[in-house]
């Protein structure tokens, strides 16, 4: 059964640090990682997605990486701002699974001004 | 504007009854989801649908039913078999069940049993 683990459970930050989330899944046979953004109350929004023959996506102050051998993957969100302060949620979608994606419980991230 | 709507936002229902969740995409995406969240939890597949009229369970399906008569509308219905449906309800769509699609959420339907 995958399992998706997210690290830390919470994190706060000085406005303009360098931050990075980590996302670790225990089978390695996926399809796809996702990095969403939920903000309190509200619905995701996808922020990137890997595919699992990819190593990297970047998109604009964001860039996630993958590295299937072991499982990982990361979020780095460069000069973070208090906008930024959300719920990131990691999701992998295995291969032979057309519609299932399991989610970690998230990393809270705090930006303060 | 295209996009996921859920309704209601907010949602109160007593010991005993059935509730209705509504999800409307105008995106033309083929397959549809629901997923319950909750407190400090990660997201659980309750029923998906690739197609119109058929749709499959998901990880937590017992208590909850569905329907697909539209490609548009995904209604999710909590019956009183549901012992704890208090949570966030998540609605998703995607291009397709299969390949790469990301799936887009709407904005949740937030549910209290009172």
């Known amino acids: 059964k995958q399992e998706v683990t997210q690290i830390p459970a919470a994190l706060s930050v000085p406005e303009g640090e360098n931050l990075v989330l980590n996302c670790s899944f225990t089978d390695s046979a996926i399809y796809n990682l996702q990095w969403f953004r939920q903000d309190p109350g509200k619905g995701l929004t996808s922020l990137l997605l890997?595919?699992?023959?990819?190593r990297e996506q970047t998109s604009g102050r964001l860039n996630a990486s993958l590295d299937k051998s072991s499982g990982r993957s990361t979020l780095y969100i460069a000069a973070s701002q208090p906008g930024d302060s959300a719920t990131y949620l990691c999701?992998?979608?295995?291969?032979?699974?057309?519609?299932?994606?399991?989610f970690g419980k998230g990393t809270l991230l705090t930006v303060n001004p | 504007d295209g996009g996921i709507t859920q309704s209601p936002k907010y949602l109160f229902r007593k010991e005993g009854q059935n509730v209705t969740l509504s999800c409307e995409q105008n995106?033309?995406?083929?397959?549809m989801y629901w997923y319950r969240q909750d407190p400090g939890q990660g997201l659980r597949l309750i029923y998906y649908?690739?197609?119109?009229?058929?749709?499959q369970k998901g990880d937590i399906a017992e208590g909850y039913s569905v329907s697909r008569e539209k490609k548009e509308s995904f209604p999710l219905t909590v019956t009183s078999a549901q012992k704890n449906p208090t949570a966030f309800y998540l609605c998703a769509s995607s291009m397709e069940g299969l390949g790469p699609d990301t799936q887009y959420f709407g904005p949740g339907t937030r549910l209290t049993v009172l």
């Open positions: 999701a992998v979608k295995l291969i032979g699974s057309n519609y299932k994606l399991t």
């Open positions: 890997i595919q699992s023959s990819q």
């Open positions: 649908s690739q197609i119109v009229n058929d749709f």
């Open positions: 995106l033309n995406h083929d397959a």
